[in-house]
């Protein structure tokens, strides 16, 4: 109905109008054609009126599939039951990328990285508190070359496998702190639009792996 979309515009005058003109329709029989036309015509400038003071912006189809929904999420189904935590980064991530906001997009998205960077450290009692990436990073690729030497590990039969899904996450988190991260968190960095959507395919691919693994 015209009155609940108007509601939601934020033209609550033009609402309350409309079912009131919508009430009024269905209570008269003898309700005239001029008069519903000109009661309509009075509703259109109302709404005119309200509509004056709001500001609509544009999105491109490209950009309208970041745009984040209540109904999906956009880095599927697993990544937020595995890290419920960077639910809230991804889907702003997704908004300022929607809205051509590069730079905004990928601050977020180092928000998901961190996420990510913590639960590798935890996975490999790692602290991950108060220090940089690259000793986490550094702690992490130390441990996952001697997986075989401990005992835990090496009495899996699939220890191999795991060693090189962990080695190739950490060597993903390395290239992201240079590449991107780096530049991101020294207020150096400013970034494309382009820049931004290959990151965020990037990011979501790398937690939607993880998630296979580790969850928070």
């Known amino acids: 109905m015209i009155g609940d979309s108007c509601a939601e515009l934020g033209m609550p005058i033009s609402s309350e109008t409309a079912k009131e003109l919508v009430e009024k329709i269905e209570k008269r029989s003898d309700y005239e054609h001029d008069t519903l036309i000109s009661d309509n015509n009075a509703l259109r400038r109302l709404m005119y009126k309200e509509m004056k003071g709001k500001v609509f912006l544009y999105m491109t189809p490209e950009r309208s599939q970041y745009w984040p929904r209540t109904d999906k999420f956009i880095f599927g189904d697993e990544v937020p039951k595995a890290f419920p935590s960077v639910i ?27 996420v990510a960077l913590g639960v590798l450290g935890a996975k490999f009692s790692i602290p991950t508190d108060h220090t940089n990436w690259q000793n986490v990073i550094d702690q992490a690729e130390k441990k996952i070359g001697q997986m075989g030497q401990d005992p835990i590990w090496h009495s899996q039969p699939d220890w191999k496998e795991h060693q090189e899904f962990y080695s190739q996450a950490i060597s993903h988190l390395l290239i992201v702190k240079n590449a991107w991260r780096n530049f991101t968190a020294h207020a150096r960095g400013k970034f494309t639009e382009e820049e931004a959507q290959a990151m965020f395919g990037d990011v979501k691919r790398f937690m939607q792996k993880l998630a296979e693994r580790l969850n928070e």
């Open 88 to 114: 809230f980064d991804v889907n702003e991530a997704a908004a300022c990328i929607a809205m051509a906001r590069g730079t905004a997009g990928v601050f977020h998205l180092m928000r998901v990285m961190e």
